[in-house]
């Protein structure tokens, strides 16, 4: 019987334990930041989804946390980033690929 509580109860708290470190970041299990976007004067609040992702598909440049576009621009592609690590102005391997939208709507001050 002992054993079948404590199995109860494993089953009821060990959820909590995994899901603390999410709650801690506001729900959201990766780092969370801010993106400046230049077109519209706009801050956006953001957080890493994938981290990092393959060199596959188009990406949007990310230089010192700055974008030209944002939501409802064209050229937005939805937070698929690319950091231009090696600073020779291509993509390619060497680079940071990854994956961080851009929650709305945005502000005037970070």
């Known amino acids: 019987m002992i054993s079948k509580i404590a199995l109860l109860l494993l089953l009821v708290i060990a959820p909590l334990f995994i899901a603390a470190p999410a709650s801690a970041q ?7 930041g801010t993106i400046y976007v230049s ?6 609040d953001t957080f890493a989804t994938a981290d990092p992702l393959p060199m596959k ?3 949007q440049l990310l230089e010192n946390d700055v ?3 944002g939501p409802g621009d064209p050229g937005y592609l939805g ?3 690319w950091v231009d690590v090696n600073d ?8 940071h690929f990854f994956l961080c939208p851009l929650l ?3 502000r005037p001050t970070p």
Do not use: H, K, V
């Open 26 to 32: 506001g729900g959201r299990a990766g780092p969370t």
């Open 39 to 44: 077109s519209q004067g706009l801050y956006y």
């Open 57 to 59: 598909g188009p990406f």
């Open 67 to 69: 974008t030209e576009f």
């Open 79 to 81: 937070g698929r980033w």
């Open 88 to 95: 020779d102005g291509i993509q390619n391997e060497g680079d």
């Open 104 to 106: 709305g709507p945005g």
